[in-house]
């Protein structure tokens, strides 16, 4: 199992970015595939997540700025993340359980003025 996450970039407050995860090896349509995310001298937090049945949850910190979505021909998915805040800047991890857990290296998302 493989998971390639892209997508990060530097933003000003306000702006807009849309993160990517892109998997394989896997059964992807059957698969839980979550967004977490790492700032500097923190814990590592769950973002948002979204089931097989395309059923999302979010943090409450992220909740109406942020969409996450998947494409199970393209077996990506996505975390368009809208009105970003100072506090997101993170590094951004894409995991799934997939009889253990697989976490795609991170793409890192800047946002400052």
């Known amino acids: 199992v493989q998971l390639q996450a892209s997508g990060g970039g530097w933003v000003q407050p306000g702006g807009s970015l849309r993160l990517s995860c892109a998997a394989r090896?896997?059964?992807?349509?059957?698969?839980?595939i979550a967004w977490y995310r790492q700032a500097p001298g923190k814990q590592r937090e769950l973002v948002a997540q979204?089931?097989?049945?395309?059923?999302?949850t979010y943090a409450a910190s992220v909740n109406n700025r942020f969409t996450i979505s998947r494409d199970n021909v393209k077996r990506t998915a996505s975390l368009q993340m809208n009105d970003l805040k100072l506090e997101d800047s993170a590094i951004y991890y894409c995991?799934?359980?997939?009889?253990?857990?697989?976490w795609g290296k991170g793409t890192l998302v800047t946002v400052s003025s």
């Open positions: 995991y799934t359980f997939y009889g253990r857990d697989y």
């Open positions: 090896g896997m059964n992807f349509r059957i698969a839980t």
């Open positions: 979204i089931t097989s049945g395309n059923s999302p």
